[in-house]
Nanobody
C-alpha cells in the first residue's frame, strides 16, 4: 500500500532553515508528480510546491518562491523541501502528497517558526 512518511519538522527561529523529507513506499515513485502542502491553524490547506516525475520540473506558490526548494531523489524514493529564510507565517503542518489516482497524503510534520 502507498505510504508517505514526513520528517524534519520542528521549532526554528525566524530567518532559520529546515529541510523536510518524505519517504515514499508502495508505488513506483519515479513515475509520479509529488507535492508539498501546508495547513496553518484556521486556514485551508495550501499547495506550496510540486515537482514532476522525470524532468523534475518545479513550481511554487508565490508565498514561498525564492525561499523554498523542492527536490527528489528517485533512487531513494524521497522528496525533500528545503526551507530558508523562514517566517512566523510559515508556521503550519506540512504534508507530502503523491499525485496517484485520487491522491495520497502523508501524516504531516509540524513546523513552528518563532523566537
Amino acid at each position: 500500500q502507498v505510504q508517505l512518511v514526513e520528517s524534519g519538522g520542528g521549532l526554528v527561529q525566524p530567518g532559520g532553515s529546515l529541510r523536510l523529507s518524505c519517504a515514499a513506499s508502495g508505488f513506483f515513485f519515479s513515475n509520479y508528480v509529488m507535492r508539498w502542502y501546508r495547513q496553518a491553524p484556521g486556514k485551508e490547506r495550501e499547495l506550496i510546491a510540486s515537482i514532476t516525475n522525470t524532468r523534475s520540473i518545479t513550481n511554487y506558490a508565490d508565498s514561498v518562491k525564492g525561499r523554498f526548494t523542492i527536490s527528489r531523489d528517485n533512487a531513494k524514493n524521497t522528496v525533500y523541501l528545503r526551507m530558508n529564510s523562514l517566517k512566523p507565517d510559515d508556521t503550519a503542518v506540512y504534508y507530502c502528497y503523491a499525485l496517484i489516482g485520487t491522491g495520497f497524503w502523508g501524516q504531516g510534520t509540524q513546523v513552528t517558526v518563532s523566537s
